[in-house]
């Protein structure tokens, strides 16, 4: 432990210092002109008084305190100024923000079926989509397979389904 440091100490009395200290500080004159402006310090402290609060201090600070306690609470809002709550927002904000970062390392399987578009079975679509086309045109296969039938229908009389 170097001099300087048992300075204030020695300057306070609560430590008088090993014979070392007290050689040292005889022979150098710079941790000596320490000692005594903190000793000068220490008495200028031990000359000062604290100033005196007033004789009706304890009875004003007394309804203060009551008043704070009985003054409701700021509004709906009050609970998002305490700490607790600003905390858990910013963890639950930083573990969403690593599963976000994270979700096709954390979720490999769903992340991918959710870009595949799985059609139903089952189901018909819409009559005039291409899906609902196709539907009737595998439906009808051997309909549309052997047109010569369609040929010998006759709906119309006077109209002639191959001019």
């Known amino acids: 432990m170097q001099v300087r440091?048992?300075?204030?100490?020695?300057?306070?009395?609560?430590?008088q210092g090993t014979p070392d200290v007290q050689t040292?500080?005889?022979?150098?004159?710079?941790?000596a002109a320490?000692?005594?402006?903190?000793?000068?310090?220490?008495?200028?402290?031990?000359?000062?008084?604290?100033?005196?609060?007033?004789?009706?201090?304890d009875t004003r600070l007394g309804a203060r305190?009551?008043?704070?306690?009985?003054?409701?609470?700021a509004g709906w809002l009050h609970w998002l100024r305490q700490p607790?709550?600003?905390?858990s927002a910013a963890a639950l904000m930083i573990v969403g923000a690593l599963v976000i970062g994270n979700r096709d390392m954390l979720f490999p399987g769903p992340a991918q079926e959710l870009a595949i578009v799985i059609p139903v079975p089952g189901l018909p679509a819409a009559?005039?989509?291409?899906?609902?086309?196709?539907?009737?045109?595998e439906k009808n296969d051997d309909l549309?397979?052997?047109?010569?039938?369609?040929?010998?229908?006759?709906?119309?009389?006077?109209?002639?389904?191959?001019?």
């Not at 040292?24 to 941790?31: D, G, I, R, T, V």
């Not at 305190?65 to 609470?73: F, L, M, N, Q, V």
């Not at 009559?127 to 045109?137: E, K, W, Y």
Request: proline content about 8%; charged content about 20%; hydrophobic content about 40%.
């Open 5 to 15: 440091e048992l300075l204030p100490d020695v300057a306070a009395g609560m430590d």
């Open 24 to 31: 040292h500080l005889a022979s150098c004159s710079s941790c």
């Open 34 to 57: 320490k000692l005594q402006g903190f000793r000068q310090t220490m008495a200028l402290l031990d000359q000062w008084g604290a100033p005196d609060p007033g004789p009706y201090f």
């Open 65 to 73: 305190i009551r008043e704070e306690k009985a003054r409701p609470a």
């Open 84 to 87: 607790a709550f600003g905390l």
């Open 127 to 137: 009559p005039g989509t291409a899906v609902g086309d196709l539907q009737a045109l």
């Open 144 to 163: 549309y397979a052997d047109f010569d039938v369609l040929d010998e229908l006759q709906v119309q009389n006077d109209v002639t389904a191959n001019p």
